[in-house]
């Protein structure tokens, strides 16, 4: 293994696909979730600029992405929000400090187009050292699988001057392709 100095993240090209969806099946165990990265990369809640890979010795060995899903709020409708799915690094590297690169690759990039939040499903402990904090105190709601803990649910606040917006997080269809409880 080598440092992580050998590690380069940058936006996602169309020759990365393949080791996309390899790195992606292997990560998960699950082809579903491969299939998802492609479905969601089909949808209009792809947002290219967000969409990274790590590469290591010049191949990929990891990749994340945000994309848009809907958040209904109590009187204002629905409105479109990046949430962070899926982040996914080869399982043979591990370990290296490859997905947090990713996470604060992707979280920059998401700042920098001038997004207010990011939200996840995900481990609190691990996002957590990203400033990723649970979203039902900030009246979000995200329905998690019954084995997640409800601090799965989590938000990053890009921007502290804007208040978060409330309500329940509806995932577009892609997402259905890995919904499992």
Known sequence: MGPLSDVRVRPEAAADHEDIARVVAAAFR??????????????PGYIAPLSLVATLDGRVAGHVMISLVGLVGPDDGEQQVPC???LAVDPAE???????ALVRAVTAAAAAR????????????????????????HGIEIDLP???PP???????LRAD???PAGRVVYPSPFDLVTED
């Open 114 to 137: 001038g997004d207010d939040l990011v939200l996840l499903e995900g481990d609190p402990a691990y996002y957590g050292r990203f400033g990723f904090e649970p979203a039902g105190p």
């Open 30 to 43: 699950s082809e579903a979730h491969a299939r998802l990265v492609e479905a969601i990369r089909a949808s």
């Open 151 to 157: 601090e799965a649910a989590q938000v990053l606040r």
């Open 162 to 164: 804007r208040p978060l």
């Open 146 to 148: 019954s084995w997640a």
């Open 84 to 86: 962070l799915s899926p």
């Open 94 to 100: 591990q370990g290296r400090g490859i997905g947090s």
